[in-house]
Nanobody, 129 residues
Framework: QVQLVESGGGSVQAGGSLRLSCAVS???????MAWFRQAPGKEREGVAF????????DYADSVKGRFTISQDNAKNTLYLQMNSLKPEDTAMYYC???????????????????????WGQGTQVTVSS
């Protein structure tokens, strides 16, 4: 059974940085991974995506140039480096995973939550002005 455990959230002032981690275990065919976020009263938003082997990445327009998704296959860990944080980045951040077959759907539909089967419990990021 696939398990995803996020860490690295916290409180930071605007302009600061955080790095989120997502430890992955129990997978056999999980290769596509993504970060989502959800603020109170808002829908879950796809933030960043990385394809099997890291060959392709995609970002929400709101975070392009500020966030970087990466993975360390040796450590079975997904990362999200967040720089130049803004108050509007405040949200619960979730990592998600699924098999490589969703890659084409991501390319055509975007980073949408219904494409992912496996989810972590989330880590809170709070950015103050």
């Amino acid at each position: 059974q696939v398990q995803l455990v996020e860490s690295g959230g916290g409180s930071v002032q605007a302009g600061g940085s955080l790095r989120l981690s997502c430890a992955v275990s129990g997978y056999s065919s999980v290769n596509c991974m993504a970060w989502f976020r959800q603020a109170p009263g808002k829908e879950r938003e796809g933030v960043a995506f990385i394809s099997s082997g890291g060959g392709s990445t995609d970002y929400a327009d709101s975070v392009k140039g500020r966030f970087t998704i990466s993975q360390d296959n040796a450590k079975n860990t997904l990362y999200l480096q967040m720089n130049s944080l803004k108050p509007e980045d405040t949200a619960m951040y979730y990592c998600a995973a699924d098999n490589p077959l969703i890659g084409p759907a991501i390319q055509s539909l975007g980073i949408i939550s219904r494409l992912f089967s496996y989810w972590g419990q989330g880590t809170q990021v709070t950015v103050s002005s």
